[in-house]
C-alpha cells in the first residue's frame, strides 16, 4: 500500500495512562497511531494526505472560545472524529453527534466495539476523500465552460428542453444545440443522467426534495 494511502488514527487524550492502552491496541491490529495530549500536539503532526481518524477525549478543551471539534473545523480538518467520555447520558452523545462526531464511546472501553468504530471512521474517511475529490473534479471541469455554457448546463439540468433553453436564454435553438455538444465535451460525459448528477453535486440545482 503507498504510504500515502495507509490509515492512521490520533489520539488526543491528557491520560497518558490511556494513550498507551488505546496505542497497543490500535498497534496490535496493524493500524498506525499517533497519540498527544492535546489539540496543539495533533494539529502540527496531521498528515491531511493520509486517511483515518481522530479519537477525542471529550473533555480536551477547544481554543479561541470554540470546543475542540468547532475549532477543529474552523481549520478546516474534515477527520471522521469519535468522541471518547466517561459520561454516557445522552446530553452530552447529542452533543457531541451535532458538532459533527461520527462515533461516541464510553469509558471503559470494550476494545472490539471501540476496533469496529475506528475501521468503520477511516471506511468513512475514504469516502469523504473519493467525494472531495469527484468534486474538486467537476469544480474544474465546469471552470472549462464559458458563461454561457455554464447557463446551458444549469438549463440542461433543471430539464428544460433545446427548444425551452433558446426561448428562455433568447438564443436560437442551434445555437444551444452548439452550447449543449460543448458543455457535454467539456463536462466529459455523454449521458443526460450523468450531467444532471454532476449539476447537483456542484449545487447547481437541488436535491429531489419529496416534502412540500
Known sequence: MNPAESPLVYIVDDDA????S??????SVGLNVYPGADLDVFVENYQPERPGCLLLDNGIPGRDELSAQCWLQQREIDLPVIIMTTHSDVATAVAAMKQGALDFVVKPFNEQLLLDGVYQAVAEDRVRRRHRAWRQDLQ????????????????MAEGLSNQDIARVLNLSRKTVEVHRAKVMQKMQTHVLSHLIRMAM??????LYDPEP
Open 17 to 20: 495512562a490511556l494513550r498507551d
Open 140 to 155: 474544474r471541469r465546469l471552470g472549462t465552460l464559458t458563461p454561457r455554457e455554464q447557463e446551458v448546463l444549469r438549463r
Open 22 to 27: 488505546l496505542y497497543r491496541l490500535l498497534d
Open 201 to 206: 453535486t456542484l449545487g447547481m440545482v437541488p
